[in-house]
């Protein structure tokens, strides 16, 4: 199996920045596309950005774009979320997502694989 390990969130102001990191273990070599996705209190997770492992393919949510980029690292098995110009509305807590599937998709419980979650504050 996968396991991913989030870390990097935080409380930041608004306008700032934060970059979360996924480390991913285990049978890694499975893995098609890395996510992010996020839940806020009495919300649905929702899709934020996508990665294709090998071609590095990338995907965004319409109200993340131009403000947050995914990335990976292939050789240390590594994927980030760089998150600027951060609004209120981003407070969440964000979870790295893996999957084998061949189909990168926004639905939340078409992902395999999840970490435990990190959460981002963001002040006002």
């Known amino acids: 199996q996968v396991q991913l390990v989030e870390s990097g969130g935080g409380l930041v102001q608004a306008g700032g920045s934060l970059r979360l990191s996924c480390a991913a273990s285990?049978?890694?070599?499975?893995?098609?596309?890395m996510g992010w996705f996020r839940q806020a209190p009495g919300k649905e997770r929702e899709f934020v950005a996508a990665?294709?492992?090998?071609?590095?393919?990338?995907y965004y949510a319409d109200s993340v774009t131009g403000r947050f980029t995914i990335s990976r690292d292939k050789a240390k098995n590594l994927v980030y979320l760089q998150m600027n110009s951060l609004k209120p509305e981003d407070a969440a807590v964000y979870y790295c997502?893996?999957?084998?599937?061949?189909?990168?998709?926004?639905?939340?419980?078409?992902?395999?694989?999840w970490g435990q979650g990190a959460p981002v504050t963001v002040s006002s």
């Open positions: 990665i294709s492992w090998s071609g590095g393919s990338t």
């Open positions: 285990g049978r890694t070599f499975i893995i098609y596309a």
């Open positions: 997502a893996a999957d084998r599937g061949q189909i990168i998709t926004a639905q939340a419980t078409r992902w395999g694989y």
